[in-house]
C-alpha cells in the first residue's frame, strides 16, 4: 500500500469511529427520551439497534488488525490504529448503558415517576456533548481540546451526586417506591460511568499525540 493509500485507510478508520460515535450519542440522547416519555416502542428500538454499533465495532477492530499486519505501521501511524481500537470499545460500552437504561424504562413503563426527571436529562445532555467533543479532538489530534472535553465529566459527577443525594431521601420518606427509586440511581449511575468511558477517549487522544499514558478518571 502506498503511502496515499494508507492515509486513505486511516482517513476511513476516523470517518468509522465518527460514524459509530454519532449512533452512540444518538442512542444515549434516546433513551433518556424514551425514559422521561415512557416511551417502550422507543426503547424496544434502542435495544435493537445495539446490533449496528456491535458490527461497527467489528468491522472497526478488523480493518486496525489487517492493517497492522499487512503494513506494519510504526510510530504516530501504529499508535493511531490501537488507540482507534481502544476507542471503539468505550464507544461499545457506553452503547451497552444505553440499552441498560433502555430496559429500566421498559420495567418502569406503567409507573408513575417519584418525581419529574430534571438532572438525569441534563446528565445525558452533557455527556452526548462530552462524546462529540472527545471523538473531534482524537480525529484534530487535538490535546487541548481532549483536556476540555475530559472537564466535562465533572459536572456530570456533580449531577450524579445530586441525585444520589436526591434519591435517598426520597427513599427515606417511604418504602412503596424503593423499588423505582433504585432503578433511576441505575440510571444515573450508569451516565456517570459513560461519562468515565469519554474520559478513557481523552486519555487514549493524549497518549496518541504526546506518547504519554495518563489517568484522567482519579
Not at 415512557?38 to 456491535?54: G, H, P, R, S
Not at 501504529?78 to 471503539?88: A, E, G, H, M
Not at 462529540?132 to 450524579?160: F, N, P, Q, S, T
Amino acid at each position: 500500500m502506498t503511502r496515499i493509500g494508507f492515509d486513505s485507510a486511516l482517513e476511513e478508520l476516523h470517518n468509522d469511529l465518527l460514524r459509530m460515535g454519532s449512533i452512540v450519542e444518538k442512542q444515549i440522547h434516546q433513551c433518556i427520551e424514551a425514559l422521561v416519555k415512557q416511551d417502550e416502542a422507543l426503547a424496544e428500538q434502542i435495544i435493537k439497534n445495539d446490533d449496528l454499533v456491535d458490527k461497527l465495532q467489528r468491522e472497526i477492530e478488523d480493518k486496525c488488525i489487517k492493517l497492522i499486519a499487512k503494513e506494519q505501521p510504526l510510530a504516530i501511524d501504529l499508535r493511531t490504529i490501537v488507540t482507534t481500537s481502544k476507542l471503539v470499545t468505550d464507544l461499545e460500552r457506553m452503547a451497552d448503558y444505553a440499552v441498560d437504561i433502555a430496559k429500566i424504562t421498559i420495567r418502569m413503563k406503567n409507573e408513575k415517576y417519584v418525581k419529574e426527571l430534571i438532572d438525569i436529562p441534563k446528565m445525558a445532555e452533557i455527556v452526548k456533548v462530552m462524546i462529540r467533543k472527545a471523538l473531534d479532538a482524537h480525529v484534530a489530534g487535538d490535546v487541548e481540546a481532549a483536556y476540555e472535553a475530559c472537564k466535562m465529566d465533572d459536572e456530570i459527577d456533580h449531577l450524579y451526586r445530586n441525585i444520589f443525594t436526591e434519591m435517598l431521601t426520597l427513599m427515606s420518606k417511604g418504602q412503596e417506591n424503593v423499588g423505582q427509586i433504585t432503578q433511576l440511581l441505575f440510571v444515573s449511575k450508569y451516565l456517570e460511568r459513560v461519562g468515565d468511558h469519554v474520559t478513557n477517549i481523552c486519555e487514549w487522544t493524549i497518549y496518541l499525540v504526546t506518547g504519554e499514558q495518563i489517568d484522567l478518571n482519579e
